[in-house]
């Protein structure tokens, strides 16, 4: 009997674990160095002194109560492993892990306590640095039921707490069986680690599934690492759009290059040539004529150029404003048939304009803007028509309040376009065929231009066409009513200007011998100088009815000039400049100028300038 109190006592003593012995009243009766150790008294101050229910948390004192006095009346029920806290001498917590037991035929119990607060805080940091980390981390066992997870709202799955113990596939997936592309499955599989972007429900996840091997190399729990990157998708799919953007911006400014490289050296090369073969030859007049009708044209077609990119890039930037005015529709189109109509005399197509009786009477929008579309549509038409006709048909549409909305049909007969060429058929510098090996002259900048303004009027545009039929374009775009007032309308009739003596401030030779011409042709004595100090000192020794004025010149430019000028004397001094953007007007009046004459300079906006300064 010794022998064996000496063997149980020694297993008592060299136990890993604090052990006690409880009576039914709850002191301990018996300890051994392992739990003094953990509270910090002696054996001799424990045993049979202190009871468990001075060491026991508060917070866990009443559940311990009812669990000891339930392991006396029914074991069964009462729990056998848990864990809980005890303080200790010195009021320290420690976690510890407790398996308890009734000794067989007594009112006594026999516990076990392992200390387990290092872990308990490990776990804890553990989890703590889980619950921040933005992406979903669960863990699995190998029978797919979820031991772990932080629970970030992955899926819009249940509320933390509920999806403990469930099964992985019916949480985020809703099924009631492993899905076809389970990655745990995989892992399980091929103990490999594996990583795919998922799309659920139009959101996007990176799902990483990791597998934890056990010492025999064995599967025992699968991590799972769900991150939202719905956000880094959309970014992605918004660069490889930026790019494909920037890829065809960089191939549309080639094709623009191209494109104008030969637009402006074509006529160029036409009015060079002229000037060339009236150089070299002498020739009859009916030939010079010719050749000088010919270097127009080209003049013209790169005049037309200019102010197609010139409109484009103020459309771009916003700066091309709306002035609205009365519009009368037949007045309209009768200037537009006019313009085309030797065009139309020259390749013998009729171009007939019909004016719907419901709008007959003036209204209110941009004449000039709604003439440029008719002008656009009309000249695509003649370019792209052989024979037959053209026809174009304006009329009112609906009454909207103090709105009304206008509709302009232009149809033609020509070539056509496929439903390809349509979809493009805006965009600028498109036309239905290569640019090497196109017939017909043009940047392709019209059809884009129209686009623009009657989006800028807050209408809409649109086109049927087929393929060696001809083409239709529906333009509508809202218009307000017009109201007549008393006020008398009085029209600007031609007046004959008196000769007049006239300086014009411009460094360029060509510029120079042309204008001098166009004056004198109209009866007006010219001094010439070049530059703005020259000018300025030119009116201190003669005297001018009035200054045409460079605005790009050396030594002076012409706004200084015309300030310096202004400050000794009153005289009109009109701007004469190739700035032609929209604004331009404006800032030279501005500073100081009475007009504004953009270059190339036409002969029937110098005689109407003047004769608003100098006719009777």
Not at 374 to 379: A, C, D, P, Q, Y
Request: aromatic share 8%.
């Amino acid at each position: 009997m010794n022998y064996l109190d000496d063997f149980y006592k020694t297993i008592f003593e060299t136990a890993g674990t604090g052990i006690i012995v409880i009576e039914k009243d709850t002191t301990i009766s018996l300890a051994n160095q392992k739990f003094a150790n953990l509270i910090g008294y002696s054996k001799q101050e424990i045993e049979n002194k202190k009871s468990w229910t001075e060491f026991t948390h508060p917070d866990d004192l009443e559940w311990m109560k009812k669990q000891h006095y339930l392991r006396r009346e029914d074991p069964e029920k009462a729990k056998k492993e848990y864990e809980f806290r005890i303080l200790d001498k010195n009021n320290k917590i420690h976690h510890v892990l407790i398996n308890i037991n009734m000794i067989p035929n007594s009112d006594q119990s026999v516990a076990s306590l392992l200390e387990i607060t290092e872990f308990k805080q490990t776990k804890n940091l553990f989890q703590n640095t889980l619950e921040i980390i933005p992406d979903t981390i669960s863990i699995h066992d190998t029978d797919y039921n979820i031991l772990y997870s932080n629970w970030k709202g992955f899926a819009n799955v249940p509320e933390k707490e509920r999806i403990i113990g469930e099964k992985c596939y019916n949480v985020y997936r809703g099924t009631n069986d492993v899905c076809s592309d389970c990655k745990t499955k995989h892992v399980l599989k091929t103990k490999e680690p594996i990583a795919v972007d998922h799309n659920i429900n139009d959101k996007w996840y990176y799902v990483k599934a990791i597998p934890i091997l056990d010492k025999d190399n064995n599967v025992e729990f699968i991590v799972e690492w769900v991150s939202d990157i719905t956000d880094r998708k959309k970014t992605e799919e918004n660069l490889i759009e930026a790019k494909k953007e920037a890829e065809n911006a960089s191939l549309a400014k080639s094709e623009f290059l191209a494109n104008m490289s030969h637009e402006i050296r074509t006529p160029l090369n036409g009015i060079k040539g002229m000037l060339q073969l009236l150089e070299m030859q002498e020739l009859s007049k009916e030939e010079q004529q010719e050749y000088i009708n010919l270097g127009i044209q080209s003049t013209d077609r790169l005049t037309k150029l200019l102010s197609d990119i010139l409109d484009l890039s103020k459309i771009e930037v916003d700066k091309m404003e709306i002035r609205f005015e009365k519009v009368c529709a037949q007045k309209l189109c009768d200037s537009v048939k006019e313009l085309f109509s030797f065009t139309s005399y020259e390749k013998n197509i009729s171009i007939n304009f019909e004016i719907d009786e419901s709008i007959s009477k003036p209204f209110i929008s941009d004449e000039t803007r709604i003439q440029q579309i008719l002008f656009n549509l009309v000249g695509n038409a003649f370019k792209f028509t052989h024979e037959g006709q053209i026809d174009v048909f304006v009329k009112k549409l609906n009454n909207n309040f103090n709105k009304d909305w206008v509709l302009i049909t232009v149809s033609d007969t020509g070539i056509g376009m496929s439903e390809d060429e349509l979809d493009k058929l805006f965009e600028p510098f498109a036309q239905s065929e290569n640019i090497y090996t196109r017939q017909y002259q043009g940047a392709g900048l019209g059809l884009t231009i129209v686009g623009k303004i009657t989006k800028i009027l807050d209408g809409s545009i649109c086109a049927e066409s087929e393929k060696n039929i001809g083409t239709t374009f529906y333009v509508s775009f809202p218009v307000k009513k017009y109201q007549s007032t008393r006020k008398k309308e009085y029209e600007l009739e031609k007046q004959k200007i008196k000769g007049l003596r006239i300086l014009v401030a411009e460094d360029e030779l060509s510029n120079q011998f042309v204008i001098k011409k166009q004056l004198e042709t109209l009866g007006h004595e010219v001094v010439m100088v070049e530059n703005g100090q020259q000018a300025v000192n030119m009116v201190d020794v003669q005297k001018f009815d009035c200054i045409l004025m460079d605005i790009r010149m050396p030594i002076m430019d012409g706004v200084e000039a015309t300030k310096k000028i202004k400050e000794k004397i009153d005289i009109v001094i009109i701007a004469l400049t190739a700035h032609a953007m929209k604004g331009d007007k404006e800032k030279f009046l501005e500073e100081g100028m009475d007009d504004y004459l953009s270059k190339p300079l036409e002969y029937d906006d110098l005689v109407r300038v003047l004769g608003r300064f100098f006719g009777k």
